[in-house]
């Protein structure tokens, strides 16, 4: 009788531990699907309020300062404008005919950390159309936006038009 159960224990400890390391497995894999979710809203928090600093300051450089005011030179160079204190990384015009120009500048905000694109269309006549502006926020750098080698980031955009 005893030879027909030996073994018997070895077999109860093999299915256990097989139960326990799909437990442990199952908890890890859920945890860092956790950690990948939590740091995805992080990153978006950070793109929207970069974008929304961005379209405030060009708000602010269009209403009160005037920055982008239409010009019928069609040569002329993109406008410049600051924001928290930087100038632009980049800043170009994108279109410019008789009746409106369209102007984009990038700006590296939080000391660098964090990047932002700002498009301006600017109508000639202030009557009979509307100025649009659109921020796009990211929560990386601008060197990685410009190059991103596959590198994992979140963008925000805003936009007002007046």
């Known amino acids: 009788m005893k030879k027909e159960q030996r073994g018997f224990a070895l077999l109860i400890a093999v299915i256990?531990?097989?139960?326990?390391?799909?437990?442990?497995?199952?908890?890890?894999?859920?945890?860092?699907k956790q950690e990948v979710l939590?740091?995805?809203?992080?990153?978006?928090?950070?793109?929207?309020?970069?974008?929304?600093?961005?379209?405030?300051?060009?708000?602010?450089?269009?209403?009160?300062?005037?920055?982008?005011a239409y010009t019928s030179n069609m040569s002329a160079p993109a406008p410049s404008m600051t924001c928290g204190g930087t100038s632009p990384v980049s800043s170009s015009v994108v279109s410019h005919t008789a009746s409106a120009w369209i102007v984009t500048e990038r700006f590296q905000?939080?000391?660098?950390?964090?990047?932002?694109?700002v498009m301006i269309s600017k109508p000639a006549s202030a009557v009979?159309?509307?100025?649009?502006?659109?921020?796009?926020?990211?929560?990386?750098?601008?060197?990685?936006?410009?190059?991103?080698g596959g590198a994992r980031f979140a963008s925000r955009g805003l936009s007002a038009h007046y």
Do not use: K
């Open 38 to 68: 939590a740091s995805g809203a992080l990153g978006s928090q950070y793109a929207f309020y970069v974008a929304d600093a961005a379209l405030e300051c060009a708000l602010y450089a269009d209403q009160q300062q005037d920055t982008f």
């Open 16 to 32: 256990f531990m097989s139960v326990m390391l799909t437990f442990g497995l199952a908890l890890g894999s859920l945890g860092y």
């Open 109 to 117: 905000l939080d000391n660098g950390e964090h990047c932002a694109d």
């Open 128 to 148: 009979s159309t509307l100025t649009y502006l659109y921020s796009q926020g990211y929560d990386v750098p601008c060197a990685t936006v410009a190059a991103p």
